[in-house]
């Protein structure tokens, strides 16, 4: 509850202003007021705070079912990229891009208004958690304590279970450094929210700079031993949102190993190499040529929804274990998108089960591979999974990662 101070000092007798000073003095103030009323009303979005090279807005983005008020803030650079992240489920709404003709247009998958976020079953831009991707059975050990989740995919447990993290509404701060602008949001999941113990506390910093990289860290802490594998679900189209499919793009991973998938889609525990499979983008291919090959990985996922292993090293030049994990290009716009961590793995996901039933920001429908996904991560169902690197998460051992979005053109340079 919010209070506020008396500023009525003890009562004075009233003084006799004459009327021409009073008229004038009138006419000075509703012309500051309506000044100040012309700087504020800009589509009720406010500037909030400046960094270097940056600023972030905020505006009010309606309310989820429950009737909580869910924040639009709105990251820009100088070079005139925006981001837009909303409050509920820490999601990404759009990401405004040049082309190489310096055309802007919105690169990420989203919609207007929170009905389409609250309506939509696609966990389009959010974060997921407490644990992203698939958990076989919905059923895990820790510590020898079984624990059962919700099984909504199939047999499985998916993102986070009935109510994740994408539809929760997180907290929001504002920062501001020599980076450019930042906002960090927050939210503590209690103590068996969707089955998983411990009560743990989730933050993601978006950060945008001035050479148009989105950077997102997270960091994870609990009370109690866990298990927690956070990512973001953003879906990309470097054509522009609502344009077609993502057939043309040309992919590169970093990656020469995958972990195969049976027909429910959890891993079988194989490591296996990329080579000679739909998987191997170890050098620049169409995400379309072998999407559709005759294949079992492929008829398994529709196409790919595969965790791939990031084991090429470190990248040259790069610090604090940032790895390069992906390079797209998109031949018609010339825009390209980079991808660093520090995680292990990485979902490559083609959109296959978007089926035209959400309609984006643009008006138009999302259909069958409309966006990809390119998911940093540790592997999916890692907690049932010994020789994958563990998820495992204890209250004396923070758990953080940093993930990179960098935008560009093939013609720069």
């Given at each position: ?34 000044g100040?009323?012309?700087r ?9 705070a ?36 909303i ?110 113990p ?49 057939l ?31 998987l ?58 980079e ?15 978007l ?59």
């Open positions: 509850m919010e209070t506020t101070a008396s500023v009525l000092g003890p009562s004075r007798p009233p003084v006799h202003v004459p009327g021409g000073i009073a008229r004038a003095a009138c006419l000075v103030l509703a012309l500051v007021l309506a100040c009323a012309s504020s009303d800009m589509s009720g979005v406010q500037p909030r400046e960094g270097t090279g940056g600023a972030i807005r905020q505006q009010a983005f309606g309310t989820t079912p429950a009737g909580d008020p869910v924040t639009l803030y709105t990251l820009s650079n100088t070079g005139g990229m925006e981001v837009e992240v409050t509920y489920g820490a999601a990404i709404k759009a990401i405004r891009v040049p082309d190489r003709e310096g055309r802007i247009a919105n690169v990420a998958l989203g919609f207007d208004d929170m009905a389409g976020y609250a309506g939509q079953t696609a966990y389009i831009g959010a974060v997921v958690g407490r644990y992203g991707n698939r958990i076989a059975q919905g059923r895990f050990t820790l510590d020898g304590q079984a624990y059962r989740l919700a099984q909504n995919n199939g047999p499985n447990a998916l993102h986070g279970g009935l109510m994740g993290f994408d539809k929760r509404v997180w907290a929001a701060s504002e920062t501001t450094g020599p980076e450019g602008p930042g906002l960090t949001l927050t939210y503590v999941s209690l103590d068996g929210e969707e089955g998983y411990g009560n743990l506390t989730a933050e993601v910093t978006y950060r945008l700079t001035d050479d148009n990289a989105l950077t997102l860290e997270y960091r994870v802490t609990t009370d109690r031993p866990t298990v927690q594998n956070l990512t973001n679900h953003a879906y990309f189209n470097l054509k522009g949102e609502g344009s077609g499919d993502i043309d793009h040309e992919l590169t991973l970093d990656a020469e190993r995958f972990t195969p998938i049976d027909a429910t889609l959890i891993p079988t525990g194989e490591i296996r190499s990329v080579a000679g499979t739909p191997d983008f170890t050098e620049p291919r169409r995400i379309g040529d072998r999407i559709d090959a005759d294949d079992e990985q492929m008829r398994f996922a529709g196409g790919y929804d595969h965790n791939v292993v990031l084991d090429r090293g470190l990248a040259s030049g790069l610090t604090g274990g940032l790895r390069r994990a992906a390079f797209v290009r998109e031949p018609s716009s010339g825009r390209t998108l991808v660093l961590t520090t995680q292990p793995g990485m979902q490559v996901y083609s959109g296959n089960f089926d035209g039933t959400a309609v984006g920001a643009g008006g138009r429908a999302y259909g069958r591979r409309s966006g990809f996904c390119l998911e940093t991560q540790h592997y999916p169902d890692s907690p049932n999974q010994p020789s994958f690197p563990s998820t495992a998460l204890r209250p004396d051992a923070p758990f953080t990662s940093t993930t990179v979005f960098r935008f560009g053109t093939d013609g720069q340079g």
